[in-house]
């Protein structure tokens, strides 16, 4: 079926109390999995494509430095190969920008196919903040497309770090926020964090979430409150890492536990990118361990060079350049190749699996609405959002 507006997915969410998760992909092979094992659980799907993602789908293996130009090419690369496999599925699937950077980059996503758009104005001061996402929400609510802005700055760790120098959210200031900018989706800052190294024992402060939920419900507003810096870095996967020549220290995540806990108090999207990162990269580690005859294979030989050379990364985009066709269109050229792409795919399943059976998005899938862009943008129009 076509890609419906994130809202769709997020509407479900609020109805029936769970949380979705949002799982971002940086090629085409991840796309691909993570709508299959969407499909296996008939759970809708959201998937996302960073800012960085888009420029490295763009051709850019040092995607950090990306263009708008590479943006572009990549917002497509990425919406293409999600639009191929959302057609034939059952499941609704909303196409994500995350963490855009600035207007450009969400035109960029937009005109690329995107059904919704993140406009990270969180680093802004807050007047700021609302005046740059309010200009988002007018070019995309026209068109049907969903928006997400984050108010708070994800850097704590730590519960009862809440002083005049706390970066996380106050609920006061989100409601005014999401009033006056008419965003459908908002990231607060909680206690969660980016990356693989969040601290062990991280704790949510949840509190953030109900008192923020509650006061929206008195003033009639809709939101999703979201909850990115999410994965759980599952110490098995890291153990599994080191044992195979990787160096990670310190790699801890957010507890399953809470993050069940908090889908169930108001949080209606997770963000969970780490944790495939890690999946992927046990598997192309073991992979080349168990199997020494691929180490001299020649179109993957130089994968195997970088996991040998960059122990301590995880992010398999430093690994995977050498195929980069691979990446941007899935085009398989030989066996070998073929075998990492099974890597990747594995990682996705076994991670994106795990992460909707806990956040309880099984077998919602005809709970969401299928409503077109259209649509959509026709219900902002009458309700003047
Ligand atoms: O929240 C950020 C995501 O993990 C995306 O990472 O910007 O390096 O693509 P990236
Ligand atoms: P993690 O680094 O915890 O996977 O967070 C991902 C995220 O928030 C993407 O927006
Ligand atoms: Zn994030």
């Given at each position: 079926?076509?890609?419906?507006?994130?809202?769709?997915?997020?509407?479900?969410?609020?109805?029936?109390?769970?949380?979705?998760?949002?799982?971002?992909?940086?090629?085409?092979?991840?796309?691909?999995?993570?709508?299959?094992?969407?499909?296996?659980?008939?759970?809708?799907?959201?998937?996302?494509?960073?800012?960085?993602?888009?420029?490295?789908?763009?051709?850019?293996?040092?995607?950090?430095?990306?263009?708008?130009?590479?943006?572009?090419?990549?917002?497509?690369?990425?919406?293409?190969?999600?639009?191929?496999?959302?057609?034939?599925?059952?499941?609704?699937?909303?196409?994500?920008?995350?963490?855009?950077?600035?207007?450009?980059?969400?035109?960029?996503?937009?005109?690329?196919?995107?059904?919704?758009?993140?406009?990270?104005?969180?680093?802004?001061?807050?007047?700021?903040?609302?005046?740059?996402?309010?200009?988002?929400?007018?070019?995309?609510?026209?068109?049907?497309?969903?928006?997400?802005?984050?108010?708070?700055?994800?850097?704590?760790?730590?519960?009862?770090?809440?002083?005049?120098?706390?970066?996380?959210?106050?609920?006061?200031?989100?409601?005014?926020?999401?009033?006056?900018?008419?965003?459908?989706?908002?990231?607060?800052?909680?206690?969660?964090?980016?990356?693989?190294?969040?601290?062990?024992?991280?704790?949510?402060?949840k509190e953030i979430a109900i008192a923020t939920k509650e006061c929206l419900r008195h003033e009639g507003l809709f939101c999703a409150l979201v909850s990115h810096g999410s994965s759980t870095v599952p110490q098995y996967i890291v153990k599994e890492i080191n044992a195979l020549g990787g160096t990670l220290t310190d790699a801890h995540g957010i507890s399953k536990e809470q993050l069940k806990e908090v889908s169930r108090l108001g949080i209606a999207k997770i963000n969970v990118d780490t944790d495939i990162r890690l999946a992927v990269t046990r598997n192309l580690r073991e992979l080349f361990w168990y199997n020494p005859e691929l180490r001299t294979h020649a179109s993957i030989a130089p994968i195997y060079q970088l996991l040998e050379s960059r122990t301590s990364d995880f992010d398999p985009r430093v690994f995977l350049p050498p195929i980069m066709p691979t990446l941007m269109y899935g085009d398989i050229p030989d066996e070998d190749v073929a075998k990492v792409v099974a890597c990747i795919e594995k990682g996705v399943r076994e991670v994106v699996g795990t992460l909707i059976v806990e956040f309880d998005s099984v077998g919602k899938a005809p709970l969401v609405e299928q409503v077109t862009l259209e649509e959509m943008a026709e219900r902002y129009r009458k309700a003047g959002i």
């Open positions: 079926m076509p890609l419906v507006p994130m809202r769709a997915i997020l509407e479900a969410t609020e109805k029936y109390n769970y949380a979705q998760g949002a799982f971002n992909v940086n090629a085409v092979a991840q796309a691909k999995a993570v709508i299959e094992v969407h499909e296996m659980f008939r759970s809708a799907a959201i998937i996302q494509g960073a800012d960085l993602a888009n420029a490295f789908m763009g051709g850019r293996a040092d995607f950090a430095n990306g263009t708008l130009e590479d943006k572009k090419v990549g917002a497509n690369n990425i919406a293409n190969a999600v639009k191929k496999y959302a057609e034939n599925s059952p499941i609704p699937v909303a196409l994500h920008l995350d963490h855009g950077k600035n207007i450009d980059s969400c035109i960029a996503a937009m005109d690329g196919g995107y059904t919704s758009v993140m406009i990270d104005g969180s680093s802004l001061p807050f007047e700021e903040n609302i005046e740059l996402t309010r200009e988002v929400v007018k070019l995309a609510h026209p068109r049907g497309v969903t928006v997400e802005g984050e108010l708070g700055v994800l850097a704590g760790v730590e519960d009862h770090v809440f002083s005049a120098t706390s970066t996380y959210t106050n609920p006061l200031d989100a409601v005014e926020f999401i009033r006056k900018t008419g965003v459908d989706a908002l990231a607060i800052s909680y206690g969660t964090k980016h990356g693989a190294n969040k601290g062990a024992g991280a704790v949510l402060r």
